[in-house]
């Protein structure tokens, strides 16, 4: 089994900073591409934040450029999102992804429950 856990959301006002964890455990051979999606009140699709690659390459979606920051562990399996000058707008239900292969198995998504990032005042 594979499980990714999440931590460090919370009540944040515009302009504050929050940090978010996402740790995979489990039968892991290697771990491709990480990133965090994010999916605001019920209705709305989950959209994409950010990536980052085993390698260390990252891609942001245009709204959260120059304000969040993706990072890696690859040592600990754990995926990062810094999220500075937080607005009202990123105030969604945060979800990390992980492209992951075990043994004996073809590599496939995972996902972490999700974590409530909430930006106001």
């Known amino acids: 089994q594979v499980q990714l856990v999440e931590s460090g959301g919370g009540l944040v006002q515009p302009g504050g900073s929050l940090r978010l964890s996402c740790a995979a455990s489990?039968?892991?051979?290697?771990?491709?591409?990480m990133g965090w999606f994010r999916q605001a009140p019920p209705g709305e699709e989950r959209e994409l934040v950010a990536?980052?690659?085993?390698?260390?390459?990252?891609n942001y979606v245009d709204p959260v450029k120059g304000r969040f920051t993706i990072s890696r562990d690859n040592a600990k399996n754990t995926v990062y999102l810094q999220m500075n000058s937080l607005k009202p707008e990123d105030t969604a239900v945060y979800y990390c992804?992980?492209?992951?292969?075990?043994?004996?198995?073809?590599?496939?998504?995972?996902w972490g429950q999700g974590t409530q990032v909430t930006v106001s005042s």
């Open positions: 992804y992980a492209f992951i292969l075990r043994r004996n198995s073809a590599g496939k998504p995972y």
């Open positions: 990536t980052i690659t085993s390698g260390g390459s990252t």
């Open positions: 489990g039968s892991i051979v290697s771990i491709n591409t």
